[in-house]
């Protein structure tokens, strides 16, 4: 192919990728967007760069450069001061947004989960969705068996930074009755609930 006809096409594909850039030209770059960079003086630049989950790009004689939340106005401008150094004036870069990042899938919350021990039905592991209270939790190991203590039921929580054990005394019957606001206590993951033994005549 003849020079002349080289630079035709070169300039062609850049008119094809101009409405690329006008639409998204307020558009701010996130991570897992695909962009089109073309260099008019050395096509062997050209090429499609994915924004990394840091929101960064790689280019040949640019470096590393930080898009996130930049527009394709602002990444063409770093791209030519980037490449200039190694032109003998600087370089015609087009930049166009050439896929949007996919929208990921909505993430499902964690399930946390607690330990109950002691006089219940199941006793076990309990896994609870974020934020559940006390007496879900109740609910979940499926009641106290015949013995059960519910005016001592303990609630034991290990502060993770000290390493120390909190021990709150509750008393289920009061919460069942709405006398304590005990019932809609927050949950945390690792509780430990833990139902003694009734005592004779208690």
């Known amino acids: 192919m003849t020079q002349p006809k080289r630079i035709f096409f070169r300039f062609l594909s850049i008119l ?31 090429r499609s760069v994915l924004v990394d989950p840091r929101g960064r790009i ?37 930049v166009a947004l050439e896929q949007v990042a996919p929208e990921r899938e909505p993430v499902e919350p964690t399930l946390m989960t607690i330990f109950v021990l002691g006089e219940v039905n199941s006793p076990g592991r309990v896994e609870l969705e974020p934020g559940a209270t006390l007496l879900q939790a109740f609910a979940a190991m499926g009641g106290f ?6 005016k001592r039921v303990q609630l034991r929580r290990t502060d993770h930074r000290t390493g120390l054990e909190n021990v709150t005394t509750l008393n289920y ?21 833990l139902v003694p033994t009734r005592r004779l005549f208690e």
Request: no cysteine.
């Open 145 to 150: 068996s015949n013995f059960a203590a519910t």
């Open 16 to 46: 094809l990728l101009l409405p690329m850039a006008a639409a998204a030209q307020g558009y701010r770059i996130s991570p897992g967007d695909v962009l089109r960079i073309e260099v008019i003086e050395d096509e062997a630049l050209n």
């Open 173 to 193: 019957e009061a919460m069942e009755q709405g006398l304590s606001t005990n019932a809609t206590l927050r949950l945390h993951n690792g509780d430990v609930i």
């Open 58 to 94: 790689s280019f040949p004689l640019a470096g590393t450069i930080l898009v996130r939340g930049k527009t394709v106005n602002a990444v063409q401008a770093t791209l030519v001061a980037n490449l200039t150094p190694n032109f003998a004036a600087p370089p015609s870069v087009f």
